[in-house]
T-cell receptor
């Protein structure tokens, strides 16, 4: 399995509180992604990073921010959590190879976040 | 932007039968199509992928076909086994390689 660690694995918090999820990789891969998974919606891209300090929005970025200060860490922050952000969050990584950006993504074990 | 539709949402087969899951995509520029298997409470895991310069790819009991003209691709599982029971996701990635859009998933039940 790819060296991806998500923390925490489970979290329960209250509406309006800030929450930060961490994704740590040991593969030195260039690309990192945050997804949320909800029943009936598959995996939806929140934000992604294509290098240190290089990030961009995905399909469902409202209410989320990210930061990547070093290659191995990609942080997802909910500035003021809402109940609609209750979900399972997955981090993924993929490498970059010269001549092809289409390398498979490998996922972490996920973080189950409940916002009451 | 890209949109991926996946059918059926639920599929039940008898052990030993074949299972087929179909996906369509909207962006003709997409050129990479991975399939993931997710068991209950686990991470999605890549099982097979196909690039747009290939029409079919096979790996033991699993095969994927791609029709670029019609913008659809399918996953075929032959000789299904109970351990094939899981949720399967198709996905499409654009030529920039940054955004991968997933289908909503197919829950496959293989009855022993």
């Amino acid at each position: 399995d790819a060296g991806i660690t998500q923390s925490p694995r489970h979290k329960v918090t209250e509406t309006g509180t800030p929450v930060t999820l961490r994704c740590h990789q040991t593969e030195n891969h260039r690309y990192m992604y945050w997804y949320r998974q909800d029943p009936g919606h598959g995996l939806r891209l929140i934000h992604y990073s294509y290098g240190v300090k290089d990030t961009d929005k995905g399909e469902v970025s409202d209410g989320y921010s990210v930061s990547r200060s070093k290659t191995e860490d990609f942080l997802l922050t909910l500035e003021s959590a809402t109940s609609s952000q209750t979900s399972v969050y997955f981090c993924a990584i993929s490498e970059s190879r010269t001549g092809s950006s289409n390398q498979p993504q490998h996922f972490g074990d996920g973080t189950r976040l409940s916002i009451l | 932007g890209e949109n991926v539709e996946q059918h059926p949402s639920t599929l039940s087969v008898q052990e030993g039968d074949s299972a087929v899951i179909k996906c369509t995509y909207s962006d003709s520029a997409s050129n990479y199509f991975p399939w993931y298997k997710q068991e209950l409470g686990k991470r999605p895991q890549l099982i097979i992928d196909i690039r747009s310069n290939v029409g079919e790819k096979k790996d033991q009991r699993i095969a994927v076909t791609l029709n670029k003209t019609a913008k659809h691709f399918s996953l075929h599982i032959t000789e299904t086994q109970p351990e094939d029971s899981a949720v399967y996701f198709c996905a499409a990635r654009d030529t920039g390689g940054f955004k991968t859009i997933f289908g909503a998933g197919t829950r496959l039940f293989v009855k022993a």
